[in-house]
């Protein structure tokens, strides 16, 4: 079995302080469904959540410690977690998927809060969900999306250790990118040389991994990798989220695949730029809004933007708050924040930047290591 990722007075904090918020907010309990939440106030991480056939849940109530009403098969593990209550059934069954089970705990509860706002989701059957609102015609349902997201956008120390360390592991295995990247190499073999040499370097999982390759910029960097090869002329990106103890890194690089030409040196040299003008203004107290303001002055001097240009950043490898222009969102010291600033080149292709930050309350501390000033050559 794998040994807890915090001690329990980790959770113990957490729980502290949501429920502090609750009271304020007159809520009875909280109600989850997915594996964020779940993991975040229990501590049960595991790869299961990969099958769709199982539903979850977790019950915080107003006073007392986590309920946690699962199926059988995650007992065992959820046992080592600091959760003592532990209601399970037999799972798939034919009719009744843990539904009664969770009726029957939740009756006891006047307001219940769920996650229904943006960057949430209902991870259990729509017809069950029905089912569970008919079985509770007393109870209020409220909208906790804001509640849960402000208490999980402020990092613990424990919290930001790991994401640094995941951070710095990266930051490692695209400063010796030159050395496992050539050209000729097919983006296939790009990709999965990266994937391997951050396993190597102490990454536990690398869950994403997207990027692309193409002539003075990229237009798709979604796409799984075929086998084309990288060729001169071409920039090569790669953005990572790798995982440690659960917790993300979520950056990229760009290399360029022979001598790269002044339009690409420009691109380049204005998403520092913009990056550059968002680290100096992220204190507490700066919307997300602003941010993304700070950013988009320089990028439109050269080429629009193409979406939000950054995230908050944990448990997931994207979470609220979004800079966006309407995110009026405040940064708080203890947030940690993707900067991605991204600009379209030569018609319809791209570029991106990204750096992950830790707000405080002072200048913001960088804890991926800077890319070049000029972007990297490959050949």
């Known amino acids: 079995m794998s040994e807890p990722d915090f001690p329990i007075s980790e959770f113990e904090d957490r729980l502290n302080r949501v429920q502090i918020a609750m009271h304020t907010e007159k809520l009875d309990a909280l109600f989850f469904t997915t594996e964020a939440e779940m993991r975040y106030f229990t501590g049960f991480r595991t790869l299961f ?16 410690r986590p309920i946690a009403i699962i199926p059988q098969i995650g007992a065992d593990l959820m046992s080592n977690t600091w959760v003592e209550d532990i209601r399970t059934w037999s799972s798939p069954h034919v009719n009744d998927d843990g539904v009664s089970l969770l009726i029957e705990a939740l009756t006891t509860y006047e307001a219940i809060g769920m996650m229904r ?73 790009v990709f999965r040389n990266f994937k391997m040499d951050l396993l190597r370097r102490g990454a536990d999982d690398v869950p994403y991994l997207v990027g692309g390759a193409d002539y ?57 730029k913009a990056t550059d003008a968002a680290f100096a203004i992220a204190r507490p ?52 924040m993707t900067l991605e600033p991204c600009m379209v080149i030569e018609g319809q292709k791209i570029m991106v930047h990204e750096e992950n930050i830790l707000i405080n309350t002072g200048p913001p501390r960088l804890l991926t290591k800077r890319a070049p000033v000029e972007i990297p050559v490959i050949g």
């Open 49 to 64: 959540w990969q099958s769709p056939t199982r539903p979850w849940f977790l019950i915080v109530p107003v006073s007392g």
């Open 117 to 189: 706002g943006r960057e949430s989701s209902l991870r259990m059957p729509l017809y069950d969900y029905q089912r569970v609102l008919d079985g509770l015609p007393r109870t209020e349902l409220k909208d906790a999306s804001l509640l849960v997201q402000r208490l999980m956008q402020i990092k613990s120390p424990a919290e930001i250790d790991k994401i640094s360390r995941i951070c710095q592991i990266a930051s490692d295995a695209f400063a010796g990118a030159t050395e496992l990247f050539y050209e000729g190499q097919p983006m296939k073999e």
């Open 216 to 272: 003075g910029g990229y237009s798709d960097v979604i796409s799984p990798p075929s086998n084309r090869p990288i060729a001169a002329g071409d920039v090569l990106m790669l953005d990572t989220g790798a995982t440690l103890d659960g917790y993300f890194c979520d950056f990229n690089r760009n290399f360029f695949i022979g001598q790269p030409s002044e339009k690409v040196k420009r691109a380049y040299a204005t998403l520092y």
């Open 285 to 336: 107290g700066v919307t997300c809004a602003e941010l993304y303001t700070s950013m988009a002055k320089v990028i439109d001097q050269e080429g629009g933007d193409v979406g939000r240009l950054g995230h908050g950043l944990g448990t997931q490898l994207t979470e609220s708050p979004s800079i966006v222009g309407f995110d009026q969102t405040k940064l708080r010291a203890g947030m940690v």
